[in-house]
């Protein structure tokens, strides 16, 4: 298939900059990936869409606060953006400068963090800090939240709790898991109490998931790499919800990657790792039963990754239905609910 294949038009005034008044507040459409019917919701009817038999599976990654600014030492202003905290004093970064700086350059990144170039992985710079503190006790006490390129003002004290999901364990991401935006403590709880069963699994969340596909030809995209981990008890409950014929659910695009991640050497197992799978129509999906995710940009993976959930003419109608209907779009936006098709039958 072709890129232009995923495209659709999208008014500007759709793109949500800012966040319901309450997590729960968004709209929810729910589309058939067999029959492609569509049913327009409230999110906070999603436990009416649940069993008591079904498995739902959150990716439980922290935001971080990747994006720093400073100088060169040469005197030019610098923005770094942290792509991914290798340990307590390395990083991967984006840097954007008038010019890119050379291997032994040092940045003074917001008046208090030293750091030395050390080289070039593809597109990414190595960054060692000379502070003596961990990167991530810097990060979190000078950096600032990265906001989606899409959203067009800067991070706000709402962004700092609402660009987060309330379940957040593992510091690493530079983007959220944006399905996961939609719940909070109650709705995890109502949940529960009805007998769905929780799992969790982490994807570190890299800035490459924002990245255009830049070729025509799907097929010669090359995707990013971003780690995962699936626990134990999260593949224990999986394979307890298929015996009793429960469906696995996964919020958002990110659990969806990491769990098929997993399961390419079948059955599924506790790993982790990295993962660069492209998810693409014809894909054969080995875990996920129902995907709970938000609307994604105009061709990119996102899109080609739902399409071959739930097939691309219904996708493109329903996004259709969605610009019609002026449901709010991407991160912060409303979310949808896709029955996977079975494309065996």
Known sequence: MRTQDFD???????????????????????LDGNTGHITDSTFATLTQW???????????????K???????????????????????????????????????ATLLLEGAIEMIVTGRENDLFQLRCLHHHSLYDLLEQYGH???PPYITHAAAVEDESRYQTVYAKHAGAVAAPTAGLHFDELMLADIQSMGVNIGYVTLHVGAGTFQPVKVDDISAHKMHSERYQIPAETVELIEQTKRKGGRVI?????????LESAAQHDPISSTSGETNIFITPGYQFKVVDRLLTNFHLPKSTLMMLVSAFAQHTHVMAAYQHAVHHQYRFFSYGDAMLIERANLSD
């Not at 069993?51 to 959150?58: A, G, N, R, T, V």
């Not at 202003?77 to 032994?104: C, F, Q, T, W, Y």
């Not at 996964?250 to 990491?258: D, E, H, K, Y």
């Open 66 to 104: 990747a994006r720093l600014f400073g100088v060169k030492s040469t005197g030019g202003n610098v923005e770094v953006m942290i792509e991914r905290v290798i340990n307590d004093h390395e990083a991967l970064a984006h840097v954007r400068a008038s010019r890119a700086p050379k291997a032994g």
């Open 50 to 64: 649940l069993s008591p038999k079904d498995l739902i599976i959150f990716n439980d990654t922290r935001v971080i």
């Open 250 to 258: 996964a919020v958002g695009t990110t659990a969806l990657r990491a």
């Open 145 to 147: 939240l990265p906001l």
């Open 8 to 30: 659709f038009y999208l008014p500007s005034e759709l793109i949500a900059q800012h966040p319901t008044e309450k997590r729960r507040g968004s709209r929810l459409l729910h």
